[in-house]
Nanobody, 124 residues
Framework: QMQLVESGGGLVPAGGSLRLSCAASGGTFSRYIPGWFRQAPGKEREFVAAISWSGTTIYYADSVKGRFTISRDNARNTVYLQMNSLKPEDTAVYYC?????????????????WGQGTQVTVSS
């Protein structure tokens, strides 16, 4: 079965940047719709971004639009999340996930394969 491993999290000052990576194995990566979610302490897990297998359809949460960029490299079985202009409210555990759907989805319940998460902390 597909396995997802996130990396690239860390501690950065407000206004800084991080690039998260999600490496997939054990499945046909190009046939899945990958997405990024995040969960802050005391809050529910929320959608961040998702991308179609071709990269032509992309959805972003309003809170990150214009600051975050999702991309994928099918040859390397990897999806990325470039995060710029980070704010303290971006602090959360970030999760990579893959859906079973044919088209891009923002619905958490549609994502069936999950990584273990990577911590992103933005200081003020």
């Amino acid at each position: 079965q597909m396995q997802l491993v996130e990396s690239g999290g860390g501690l950065v000052p407000a206004g800084g940047s991080l690039r998260l990576s999600c490496a997939a194995s054990g499945g046909t990566f190009s046939r899945y719709i990958p997405g990024w979610f995040r969960q802050a302490p005391g809050k529910e897990r929320e959608f961040v971004a998702a991308i179609s297998w071709s990269g032509t359809t992309i959805y972003y949460a309003d809170s990150v639009k214009g600051r975050f960029t999702i991309s994928r490299d099918n040859a390397r079985n990897t999806v990325y999340l470039q995060m710029n202009s980070l704010k303290p409210e971006d602090t959360a555990v970030y999760y990579c996930a893959s859906s079973f759907t044919v088209i891009v989805t923002t619905t958490l319940a549609n994502y069936r394969h999950w990584g273990q998460g990577t911590q992103v902390t933005v200081s003020s």
